[in-house]
């Protein structure tokens, strides 16, 4: 199936800054989405939030109800293997584990099938290729299409890919955190589509964040307050990167955020950038950044200031 150059991350409506919006808006959001042309969504089994009243927020539920009506228009992808411990994540990629997360997210989504079931992060406790067998498995027995790994090595994912193809590799990846390129040329080679998350290294590339003390105004805690590239040093260097980037962008009349999106997409056509966002004119404007066509020369010119540049990006979980 086709998809548009532009995919979405769900995340942050229950799992991310800040506290979760209620279940009934993002449900309204996710379908938004669609209307605008959205065709690839992406949550995980381990995408949860607290509400102020401490209840639970849970991602895969609302994608399952706002997909629902238009559930076979779209590509629909989920995760297993992870579950958050404050600050930090537990692996578990066993047969087990594996078999007791499908049916719960199949439950949750509200489907009979997932498009794409990725392991979320590798477990050093399983081989590769029992990961792989499970999910051949998974395939024959028709309760998923095809799978990924998010977050592999070159040799994982060559281990993992002899014993069942794999389709989709998610990593992150953006203008300010590069480390994964090598990734995308194998992916390449195998016929692989690689998904990038925090594509706009979680928002820095925006611009539109210019001190940390703007987390401080936001409801709830928003744990980008501690990323390096929102220390006064990150700041500096994210506006130095995006005094290029903003005028390369008017000559497409295209914003920070569009321009962050449009470089990579014009770079590789074997990459999908999943950004994510709670307000639906934001959801509209990426979408929009696949329409930005960009020329070898203004790639160059991008690449050029990137190579003579360091950034310190978060690159936790």
């Known amino acids: ?8 991350g769900c995340m942050g409506l229950s799992h991310a800054s800040g506290y979760p919006i209620p279940k009934e808006e993002a449900v309204e959001i996710l379908k938004k989405a ?26 895969e539920e609302a994608v399952g109800e706002a997909v629902k009506s238009f559930r076979n228009e779209i590509i629909l992808c989920t995760k297993f293997g992870v579950t958050h411990k404050g600050d930090h994540l537990e692996f578990d990629s066993s047969p087990e584990k594996i078999r007791q997360s499908i049916e719960g997210s199949l ?3 509200q489907t009979d099938y997932i498009d794409i079931y990725y392991q979320h992060r590798i477990d050093p406790k399983i081989q590769p290729e029992v990961v792989a067998g499970v999910m051949k498995e998974l395939i024959e027995e028709g309760k998923i299409k095809a799978w990924g790994i998010s977050e592999t090595t070159e040799e994982y994912l060559r281990r993992s890919h002899a014993v069942c193809p794999v389709t989709v590799v998610e990593n992150r990846y953006s203008m300010m ?31 539109i964040y210019t001190s940390k003390k703007q987390f401080d ?4 805690q928003d744990f980008r307050v501690n990323m390096p ?8 260097k994210t506006n130095e990167l995006l005094g290029v980037v903003s005028e390369i962008g008017k000559k497409h009349l295209a914003s920070n955020a569009q321009m962050s999106l449009a470089w990579m997409i014009n770079k590789y056509d074997n990459i999908i950038p999943i950004p994510g966002s709670r307000k639906v004119e934001r959801l509209t404007s990426n979408f929009e950044a696949g329409n930005v066509v960009l020329s070898e020369e ?13 950034f310190k990006v978060f690159g936790g979980h």
């Open 298 to 310: 203004e790639l160059k010119e991008i690449d050029n200031k990137l190579e003579s540049m360091e």
């Open 34 to 59: 669609h209307e605008i042309g959205y065709d690839f969504y992406d949550t995980a089994e381990c995408y949860t939030g607290v509400y102020p009243d401490g209840t639970i927020a849970n991602n």
């Open 229 to 236: 590239q929102y220390s006064a040093e990150g700041i500096q």
């Open 177 to 207: 955190a590069r480390w994964h390129e090598n990734i995308i040329k194998v992916c390449k080679e195998l016929g692989i589509t690689y998904v990038a998350f925090s594509p706009m290294a979680n928002g820095a590339l925006t611009g």
């Open 107 to 109: 439950k949750r989504l």
């Open 1 to 8: 199936m086709y998809v548009n150059p532009i995919g979405l």
């Open 217 to 220: 105004e936001k409801s709830g």
